[in-house]
């Protein structure tokens, strides 16, 4: 069998960067549960090690820049004549106001809530299990960089079903 790239992308031409906003939001879809479940020990006081949350924190942040880049991206392509935002804002404006505008939106707030806590425990890596504020602090920016990110994902999927690229 002879699979090319477009076989595997789609027919497309903006394939390429639908894939990489769908492998990053898929990547970081698995790091912002885990930086979720890393909240919850973070407020139980269950971290033994401060480090544990660096390197996860950053993929995280970098996860959601990345995410983000491509979805900026892919939403030139959206918008352009004869895209899914004509063809939404012709037959149901609404279903373009409520899933891709306010989903573009929300998911703008995971970047600085993602790189915020990355920061935290790189900063304060030393005070952060002395300091119960601070870690619900990063607990409580952890816990929304996963619900923003939560409401964008399922946003997006949505509206990939409706009318894709």
């Given amino acids: 069998m002879n699979m090319n790239l477009s076989a595997l992308l789609g027919g497309s031409r903006y394939a390429l960067e639908g894939a990489l906003h769908g492998v990053a939001a898929g990547l970081f879809m698995i790091t912002a549960t885990i930086g ?10 269950t971290i033994q090690h401060p480090a544990q949350l660096e390197f996860g924190s950053v993929v995280n942040a970098l996860l959601a820049f990345l995410t983000v880049l491509f979805g900026n991206r892919i939403y030139i392509f959206y918008r352009a004549q004869g895209g899914p935002r004509s063809y939404f804002m012709e037959n149901s404006p609404q279903i373009h106001k409520i899933f891709f505008e306010f989903k573009e ?46 409401v964008a994902f399922g946003l997006g999927a949505a509206i990939t079903k409706l009318r894709g690229l």
């Fill in 105 to 150: 939106f929300v998911a703008l707030f995971t970047l600085p809530l993602a790189v915020t806590a990355a920061f935290l425990f790189l900063a304060y890596r030393d005070q952060m299990l002395r300091s119960k504020g601070l870690r619900t602090i990063a607990a409580v920016l952890l816990a929304l960089t996963f619900f923003y990110f939560l």
């Fill in 36 to 45: 979720l479940f890393q909240a919850y020990r973070l407020l139980t006081g």
